[in-house]
Every structure is written in structure tokens, then in C-alpha cells.
């Protein structure tokens, strides 16, 4: 029924997978949302557990979760809010030694994180698999959202570094400053629209934008961002965030797999090995590592290689993984619409 959403929309979410960091004040709306909205598999990391203290602002727990892991309170809730969601606890800290491995699972990232230790690692270990994060942050009155992405098209490369800076030493929190909590609920649902946007490749997402959220004026200001000059800047390509188009000719229809035409190597970086017959699997996390398959290292540099996943967006970073290791003609599709 919603103007420019539909059933096909309503399909990809189903078909998504999203981990979200920390179920917090801005996890706990993000998680809520994204089950109701009917996000297939959810992930979610947290190593902390339920203090009474979180509860005016962490509404995905109640006072009978006190003393239980985050993970465990969350996901029993979700549960309870769409049973037909795959949940999926982390329970451990997310850290640069895990990060890849944990996000490699899924096609995009919450992140709603609350130390600058988690947010650089979540950064740059999406940065090196090519996954979008839809990030946010709350403090006292103040909020902001925005959704980083390495591979993103149109010159809207933009990573949380680039934005700001080096990672600095930790500041303050909302434990030490204090926050409104229904100031979490506004930036963590917005995260929440954000990302659905990102996956269902329905309206403007927040890529090389930064939103800026006033509780006190309950007003929004947006900050454009520039891409960072040097190797980094992708070229521009008139394509969709979530679904970018092929350059040179249009993408194939949702759920048409391109064909393999002489010379041409299909390379699936998707999340199921076997779901493209004849095509070479690769796990992103590997290529981002640098290990590559050996059709692929058998395969000339300016011989064309198409990248397909289920989202697009796992196989639009794969592309511009490869095109950084050299490969010339490299495509990125879709394989659901």
C-alpha cells in the first residue's frame, strides 16, 4: 500500500540480513523497528548486560531483563514482537580481531555504539568488505545520523574517518553527561528508516550526508558532505544505493542472474555457496584479505568479471575491491529485486 515501497520492497527485506551494534538506547528502536518492518535475519552484538539504570532509555528491556545479557533480553523481545525473524546473538565485544569475521555475515550495518574503540572498527572493518553502515549517536540533547558506505556510487564514498578524523580518546557518555531518553528513540528510529532505505533501494538515503538532530528545538539540520580527495573518491555512476546499475548497460531484471557469456567470470560473494549455478564462490571477508580464488587469479586483469549477490551491496564492494587489486572490467549485480 505505501507509495513507491510495495511488495517487491517487502521482499528484500525479508531476504536481508542486518547486525546491529549494541543493543542500547539506539539499538533498542532499531531492533524493534527492523523486526517489525520485517527484516529476515537480525544480528546483534553486545557484551553488556541490563542494569535498571539503562531502562528510561533502552526500551527493548524491562525490569524483570535486570542482571540478563542484552543479547538475550533483545532477542527474547523480538522474538516476541515477529517470530518469523531470525535472531542471532553476539554476545561479545565487538573488536578490530573480530569485526570482519562478524560482519561478514550479513549485508548491512547498525551501528549505535557508544565508544570510539567499537565505532573506527566497525568503520574500517565495513570499509575493507565494502558494507554500508548506518550509523548514529546521542548525547544530552543532541543526535546525528548519517550512512557510510566505501562503495558507494555517485562520489558518495564516505567513511565515519573521513568525517572525523582519527580515532580520538574516549569522551564523554551518556552515563557521565546524560541523555533524553525519547531523544534516543527519534535517532535510533531514524537509523531504522535509513536502513530499510539502504535495503530496499527505496527513497534518498543519508549517504554523504550528515543529519544533525536538536532536542531542545526539535528541529533537523542537514550537513553535506564531501567525499575525501585521492585514491578513495569513487567515479560517479548513475545507479541506485542499494541496486546500482552496470555501467555500459542496464542491470538484469530482479532475480535474473547475467548471463555468462564466453570470457566472462560470474563471481558470487553472496551469503549462500551453490545459490548461482556456474558461478565461482567467494566470501567477502576472504577478498578483502586478499585471498582470492584461483579462477579469479587465473583470470586476466582486462578480462570482465561479473560480481553478483543477493542485495547488491556485498557485491558492490566486492567490485571495488577488485577493481583496487587491479581487475579493469568488473560489474557488480543483483540478483533480487
Known sequence: MLDGFGLAAQERLAASRVVVIGAGGLGSPALQYLAAAGVGTLGIVDDDVVEASNLQRQVLHSIADVGRAKTASATDTLRGLAPEVEVIAHGERLTRDNAAAILGGYHLVVDGSDTFETRYAVSDAAASLGLPVVWGTVLGWDGQVSVFWSAAPGGRGITYPDVFGAQPSEGESCATVG?????????????????????????????????????????????????????????????APAEPAAPGGPAPAPGQVPPAEPGVLLLDVGLRPGAVPGAVFARLEDLAAGNLPPQLLDHPVDGP???VCERGLRSRGAEQLLRADGWRDVTSHAMLG
Do not use: Q
Not at 541523555?179 to 554523504?208: I, R
Open 305 to 307: 568479471v561479473v560480481v
Open 179 to 239: 541523555v533524553l531518553s525519547p531523544a534516543c528513540g527519534v535517532v535510533g528510529s531514524t537509523m531504522a528508516v535509513e536502513a530499510v532505505k539502504m535495503l530496499t533501494g527505496t527513497g534518498d538515503p543519508a549517504l554523504g550526508r550528515l543529519l544533525a538532530y536538536d532536542a531542545r528545538t526539535s528541529s533537523w539540520d542537514t550537513i553535506e558532505l564531501a567525499a575525501p580527495s585521492g585514491p578513495a573518491v569513487l567515479p560517479a555512476e548513475p545507479a
